[in-house]
């Protein structure tokens, strides 16, 4: 079963504390998992951010609608309770408590306003009775397409440059992630080849413990085997253990599946990756703007008299 949205959740949620005893929020997010009888992978299943899985954020917010409502009352750090009002409502057996519904308490009409400021102040969005996604999951969601949309960008750019453009983009790239040494180490390690890409041996590391032999190929078409295979034999003539092959395309599966059964270590890196890891790296790239998404540090009122 798929992960359920998190207005499905609200109504399980108050069910599941109906006993009146104090519930640990974690103990609340298995037993609902298994009530939903979800997979281990629905389980597992993390948000984009990877930082907490996408059934806990569900139900967190689930959670958060529920005692702005007043339906359930904290009790202490990540512990709460039924309350008396949440009774009220279970007692009248609700169908479902969507937002629609639970818009009649005070307290979500405040929230999702954004704390009823008088000068009228930004509201907090308000799903739809049919959403399932959560404002994380949806501010992620945006994040990522933004994120594709620059991926393919910058694809593009890089396909259509000079030669020598696209030589120093690799170094610049290289020593952003901490190969190569200076730029000028990794520019005098890196030269043309004459086939549309660049070819050369550079540093694993500042100090030039290792050195990785290196090839980038500008291409359209698809990397073969064959070209993969030459590639590993060329590391013999520079007696090189470890290779990258970079491309502006893709490899093909027979590719990918050779460098798996080798003994010497190749990274292989697509035309996407490139673009993912020019975009982690900050080249060809500038920062437009940043949101930081803010918690409450539980540490901070550990102390609170």
Not at 107 to 135: H, I, K, L
Request: hydrophobic residues 40%.
């Amino acid at each position: 079963m798929p992960v359920p949205g998190f207005q499905d959740l609200t109504l399980p949620l108050l069910q599941l504390l109906a006993d009146g005893q104090d519930h640990l929020h974690s103990n609340v997010v298995d037993r609902l998992a298994d009530r939903f009888d979800l997979t281990e992978a629905a389980r597992k299943e993390l948000l984009p951010s990877g930082r907490q899985t996408r059934f806990a954020n569900r139900v967190g917010w689930a959670k958060t609608y529920l005692v702005k409502a007043g339906l359930v009352a904290p009790v202490s750090r990540g512990r709460y309770r039924l309350s008396e009002a949440g009774k009220q409502v279970l007692a009248d057996t609700p169908e479902r408590l969507d937002v629609a519904y639970l818009m009649r308490f005070p307290g979500v009409v405040e929230f999702t306003r954004g704390g009823g400021s008088p000068d009228g102040g930004a509201e907090t969005p308000q799903p739809s009775a049919a959403a399932e996604t959560t404002p994380e999951e949806e501010l992620e969601a945006s994040y990522q397409a933004l994120r594709a949309r620059l991926g393919a960008e910058l694809l593009e750019r890089v396909k259509s440059c000079t030669p020598a453009f696209f030589e120093r983009l690799v170094v610049n790239l290289l020593v952003e992630m901490g190969y190569g040494g200076s730029r000028k180490d990794a520019g005098e390690a890196i030269g043309r080849s004459g086939d549309g890409g660049i070819d050369g041996i550079i540093k694993e590391d500042r100090l030039g413990l290792d050195a990785i032999y290196l090839q980038a190929k500008r291409w359209d078409s698809t990397v073969g085997r064959p070209t993969v295979q030459a590639f590993a034999g060329s590391l013999e003539g520079v007696r090189a253990r470890k290779g990258v092959l970079i491309t502006t395309s893709g490899f093909s599966k027979e590719a990918k599946e050779y460098v798996d059964r080798i003994e010497k270590r190749i990274v292989l890196i697509d035309g996407k990756e490139l673009a993912r890891l020019m975009m982690d790296h900050s080249v060809g790239v500038s920062e437009v703007a940043r949101y930081a998404i803010q918690k409450i540090d539980l540490d901070f009122f550990d102390d609170e008299a």
